[in-house]
């Protein structure tokens, strides 16, 4: 009888992936991720002396001038980031028609945001939501702590397979982080009404969502008949390649992707990757995307 193989931890796979991060953030992004959630024209926070290097239109004049030296004002957005992770866990999630079901790989999405502010020095916290009910971390700042939390909401077990939604605190989460953080909502995204705050949340964070896309998502397998686990609906859906099966899948498919852009109207505040491809290069991508966008 074969020895049993164990898959490594949450902590053992975080740190394989965290060399990876440190490349990407070091040679890739240049040292320009914390860009992509920093813009000009944020709240006003003191004036402090104008160094060598810093935006000549940050000088205040007024300042400058009673003063006798240069003086520039200073804004919320270059104190630390706090990133607000949200992973909603629906049973949606554990459908996958090849080695990675779309929850694995959400979680790793999940853990490469978190290294990358670990590596940029960030604070990071999340909410965990299953139909049962959620887990909240609160943020934390150094690499270890990060790590810790990472592998905290890698380890979660997946939620039973019900027909009902993760329950999402929305009204905690409005006073859940400061005034300007970054609030990642990662999860299946099917068409569904508004949350009741959704726009009281976009007004005070800076607000992303994040999904996965399994092949079948995009297209129905072609060829001879099968049978496919829905876990949404718990239970087995022969997909034949019929016409009427493929126009009611591409009906889904908008209704979906156009609630995906109603939640999130700026193409920059939306990531959706497949579970096929290189998630890490897809939030290089994404993050060199809004960077060129906040350099114009």
Do not use: C
């Not at 939501?129 to 790590?147: H, N, S, W």
């Not at 990757?273 to 114009?296: E, P, S, Y």
């Amino acid at each position: 009888m074969p020895a049993e193989t164990s898959s490594p931890s949450p902590l053992a796979l975080l740190r394989q992936l965290e060399w990876r991060v440190r490349h990407a953030v070091e040679n890739v992004l240049s040292g320009e991720y914390r860009s992509a959630f920093r813009g000009r024209g944020m709240e006003f926070d003191q004036v402090v002396k104008y160094e060598f290097g810093d935006d000549v239109r940050d000088i205040d004049w007024n300042v400058t001038a009673r003063l006798g030296e240069a003086y520039r004002k200073k804004f919320v957005e270059e104190r630390e980031v706090t990133l607000l992770l949200v992973f909603e866990d629906s049973p949606s999630l554990q459908f996958g028609s090849g080695a990675q079901s779309k929850r694995e790989a959400l979680l790793e999405l999940a853990g490469l945001v978190m290294l990358l502010s670990a590596v940029n020095r960030d604070r990071v916290g999340f909410v965990h939501a299953t139909p049962g009910g959620y887990t909240f971390r609160e943020p934390v700042r150094g690499r270890g702590a990060i790590l810790h939390s990472a592998a905290t909401l890698l380890a979660k077990p997946p939620p039973p397979l019900v027909r009902e939604p993760a329950l999402i605190p929305w009204r905690f989460l409005a006073r859940a982080a400061p005034k300007h953080s970054v609030f990642l909502w990662l999860g299946d995204f099917p068409p569904r009404a508004e949350p009741e705050g959704w726009a009281v949340l976009q007004r005070r964070y800076q607000t992303m969502g994040f999904r996965v896309e399994d092949p079948w998502e995009r297209a129905l397998p072609t060829g001879e008949p099968l049978a496919a686990y829905d876990p949404a609906s718990g239970r087995l859906v022969t997909l034949d390649n019929s016409s009427a099966q493929r126009a009611a899948h591409a009906a889904w498919r908008e209704e979906r992707d156009a609630a995906w852009r109603t939640f999130f109207p700026d193409a920059l505040s939306r990531l959706v990757v497949g579970t096929d491809q290189n998630r890490l290069d897809a939030l290089v991508r994404f993050f060199h995307a809004r960077m060129r966008t906040r350099g114009k």
